[in-house]
């Protein structure tokens, strides 16, 4: 059987042969893969396939490259070069058309006006042919004001078209949701933009102002004294600044703090900073006064009026503080604490020398040698006698009273040290005559202990006498009492003793020792009368210590 055996007979039921000697069954590929890219796979006649359909195709090659013209095998003279295709919305991105257009707004129940034109700027997107409506924000104008239609597609009519920019231009009057937006102008890149597209634009017009109505209503106003709102309108954010001395002298712990005063011109209020520097010691709490009308005269039927314990309303106060009463290089007084003016800012003087030309702003320099630096003296109340003076004196400078401090060095160098002196009671009593005393005087604290000694059959027992303390000179004052020292401890002198006399008879050789070693501050007088009781040399007339032995050097 030849391949074309079953061609010209319809592919029906019946009509159609196989061939019994097919064995491959698979579904053969239809593409070719030649330098990594898939290319269909031309047809070739085989075993199974049409011989007419495969000289079809040979065919339509043939008469395809009969047409076609000799350009296609030797190249055409006259390349093009192809641009490079950019989307709409990579070539109009972040381009914006912006027109400056007004609505008019009905004032209702108003005697001054009746309608009112307020401006909005129109942006159009080119990019998705969206548009936003934005009014601008004026400063202290009362009405709600910012963006009034977001970002959008805005609806041209009731069919569900949109706006376009070829829709938009200068005069007309732009409708979204009720409200007509008149335009009256655009900027230089949306005029260049439109006579790009073949689009002429109009002539600009200018932006009206309020349109008032041309009968207005009778209005009756009740004059005022002061008008309050021009006062904020012109007033606002305006601030007068005095750089300030705060006198705090009066107090326990007086100094001088500088400090700032702020005059808010808006509502006539007064505030008071203080200025802290860093390590100062102080808590961070700059407001010394917080913001206050300050009253300056206080009405004369209201001067019982406890202003300790309530706030003064406008009915008690006469007049409050105004900027006439300020002024650099002067002093003032507020709530009861006296401030120098020592200088101002810059707008401060401005201010003053446009409204209050006849005051003169005379800053000075900040005082450093004057009455607001002056330090008040401690009073340190009377000694009351309980404990040592030092002990009882450290209770008037800290609530938690320290230790008063002691010369260590002193105290290190004449540890040990001790001068010993024989001593007779000096009293009218005939018991005392016999009694005899050690006086003993501590080098390394100024102090004086006493010690009887015993004697049989006298009725009277020995032992410590006076425990060490410091004694004070009779005649000495308790602020600035002056206690004995060895100058004032030459044998036969009297040493006073809390209201007992005592009369010294004798001293050991360490006495005259140290006396002489120390000659520059012992008087002569003493010095002599210890050489004459003790002599040169000599050990008989040595005054007995505690335990009834000789007096001799302390041992170290």
Request: glycine content about 6%; hydrophobic content about 30%.
């Amino acid at each position: 059987m030849s391949g074309n055996w079953n061609s010209g007979l319809p592919f029906l039921p019946g009509y159609a042969f196989y061939d019994v000697t097919k064995s491959a069954f698979h579904r053969p590929q239809t593409l070719d893969y030649k330098n990594g890219y898939a290319l269909p796979r031309r047809p070739t006649v085989g075993i199974g396939q049409d011989p007419l359909f495969s000289e079809q195709l040979i065919l339509q090659e043939i008469s395809k490259l009969s047409s076609e013209t000799p350009a296609i095998t030797y190249g055409s003279f006259d390349q093009s070069v192809v641009e490079d295709f950019i989307p709409a919305h990579v070539a109009l991105d972040k381009k914006v058309l912006r027109y400056y257009a007004y609505f008019q707004e009905n004032i209702l129940f108003s005697p001054e006006e009746e309608c009112r034109a307020r401006p909005v700027v129109i942006y159009y997107y080119l990019e998705d042919d969206s548009m936003c409506i934005i009014e601008p924000v004026v400063e202290n104008s009362g009405m709600p004001q910012g963006k009034r239609i977001k970002r959008q597609r805005l609806p041209k009519n009731e069919r569900g078209e949109h706006y376009q920019w070829k829709d938009l231009n200068i005069g007309m009057d732009l409708e979204v949701y009720g409200v007509k937006y008149h335009i009256t102008q655009c900027d230089a890149f949306t005029k260049e933009f439109m006579e790009s597209e073949g689009i002429v634009l109009n002539d600009p017009e200018p932006m009206p102002c309020v349109t008032r109505g041309k009968t207005p209503r009778p209005s009756y106003t009740t004059p005022s004294k002061f008008d309050n709102k021009q006062q904020f309108l012109t007033m606002d954010r305006k601030v007068l600044r005095f750089f300030a001395l705060w006198d705090d002298a009066d107090s326990l712990f007086g100094e001088t703090r500088p400090v700032t005063i702020q005059y808010y011109l808006v509502d006539d209020t007064v505030e008071i900073r203080e200025i802290h520097k860093p390590n100062s010691g102080r808590d961070p709490f700059p407001v010394l006064m917080r913001r206050q009308k300050l009253p300056k005269k206080i009405k004369p039927e209201s001067e019982t009026f406890p202003r300790c314990v309530l706030e003064v309303s406008t009915a008690e106060v006469d007049e409050y503080y105004s900027p006439k009463d300020f002024q650099a290089g002067q002093r003032i007084t507020l709530l009861g604490r006296h401030f120098l003016l020592y200088d101002c800012d810059g707008f401060t003087k401005e201010y003053y020398q446009k409204n209050h030309p006849d005051m003169k702003i005379n800053p000075s320099e900040v005082p450093k040698n004057t009455d607001l630096l002056r330090e008040k003296k401690k009073e340190v109340p009377p000694y009351n006698g309980f404990g040592s003076l030092e002990d009882s004196l450290q209770n008037c400078f800290s609530l938690i009273p320290e230790p008063p401090k002691k010369n260590v060095l002193k105290m290190l160098e004449n540890d040990h040290k001790v001068l010993r002196y024989s001593a007779r009671l000096d009293s009218q009593n005939p018991g005392d005559e016999g009694r005899r005393f050690i006086l003993s005087y501590f080098l390394s604290t100024d102090m004086i202990s006493i010690y009887e000694k015993s004697s049989r059959n006298s009725g009277i027992i020995g032992g410590q006498f006076l425990e060490k303390t410091r004694i004070p000179k009779p005649g000495s004052t308790l602020d600035n009492p002056e206690f004995y020292s060895p100058a004032d401890f030459a044998i036969g002198a009297t040493v006073e003793v809390f209201s007992r006399r005592f009369v010294l008879t004798d001293a050991d050789h360490y006495v005259l020792m140290y006396l002489e070693s120390n000659a520059s501050q012992i008087p002569c007088q003493t010095l002599d009368s210890l050489r004459q009781k003790l002599g040169v040399g000599t050990t008989n007339n040595v005054p007995a210590d505690q335990n009834g032995d000789d007096v001799g050097e302390p041992s170290s």
